[in-house]
């Protein structure tokens, strides 16, 4: 038996060159099953949209795949609303382990919100490879002035219902975006963000949000794992400080969730920390 790429049904990828950040993305892009034409609509494709929410999701190398069938899934039973997901990668190298570390670069420098010369040294020597932070200024403007245009033009999107997610350091950088394009998405889900990073800068840019704007319009979820407070770890704590600090503020227009998840990691809560943020910000009114 010959092997054959295994593809995600109803999806396809683009290579995507930024002129603002002079880097190029894997856009893969999946589309609801529903949004197709058929002779047969019968449940579950028996109410398909004129056009539907769209999740921007980071680490799609890693994550792409989940979140679509996770959010199809969902959908079918009637509580949620099906959603075209574009998930936001990095060229893929033939060999596997390689195709991950040029990821992880990507990644480091497009969700780290400022320079960070130890993370630089430190990621550079585990990869074995040129490591820079500090480029979510730019990383977001590809998205709001790039990404989000192209995929509004070209498919049935709802540019009142976009949904921005992110896990680990893609918390951190959909963090970064609430506090400064809050208006771009109507739903973050922000999944064990890294809120240590630059010193806590994620909380100083809340404080400086909150001095200016009285008003938050966001949906916005807050995910972690319980295990992720540890000896050297602070990311449960932090988390639940940066939603007390939300809470406070009483912004007119937020809707704000937190969770933590019993007895799992950084790792073992991926998959439910998206789950029910995916809920949260596709649940049908």
């Not at 130890?118 to 990404?147: C, D, H, Y």
């Not at 000896?231 to 704590?237: A, E, K, L």
Request: hydrophobic share 40%.
């Amino acid at each position: 038996m010959s092997p054959k790429p295994f593809n995600i049904l109803a999806s396809q990828t683009r290579l995507m060159k930024s002129k603002i950040t002079k880097r190029t993305y894997r856009i893969s892009i999946s589309l609801p099953l529903a949004s197709f034409k058929t002779s047969n609509r019968s449940w579950p494709f028996d109410n398909p949209l004129k056009k539907y929410p769209v999740v921007y999701l980071t680490d799609a190398n890693c994550y792409f795949g989940m979140v679509t069938e996770m959010t199809r899934a969902m959908g079918w039973c009637g509580a949620t609303t099906d959603a075209i997901i574009v998930g936001i990668g990095y060229p893929e190298d033939a060999n596997p382990p390689e195709a991950w570390r040029d990821a992880v670069v990507g990644r480091t420098y497009g969700f780290t919100p400022a320079a960070d010369e130890a993370t630089n040294t430190e990621t550079s020597k585990w990869l074995g490879r040129k490591v820079v932070t500090g480029g979510a200024p730019k990383f977001l403007q590809f998205i709001k002035q790039e990404l989000i245009p192209a995929i509004e033009k070209d498919f049935p999107a709802d540019p009142k219902k976009r949904v921005i997610a992110g896990h680990s350091h893609g918390g951190l950088f959909t963090a970064y975006a609430l506090f400064n394009e809050p208006t771009l998405f109507n739903s973050f889900l922000i999944c064990s963000p890294s809120l240590y990073m630059h010193d806590r800068l994620i909380l100083k840019l809340e404080e400086q949000y909150a001095k200016r704007h009285k008003r938050l319009a966001a949906k916005v979820y807050l995910s972690v794992g319980e295990l992720e407070e540890g000896s050297n770890d602070t990311m449960v704590g932090d988390l639940v400080r940066l939603a007390a600090m939300l809470q406070s503020r009483k912004h007119k227009g937020l809707t704000l969730r937190q969770q933590i998840f019993p007895d799992l990691n950084h790792c073992d809560v991926t998959a439910p920390g998206f789950q029910a943020g995916l809920k949260f910000a596709l649940k049908k009114d």
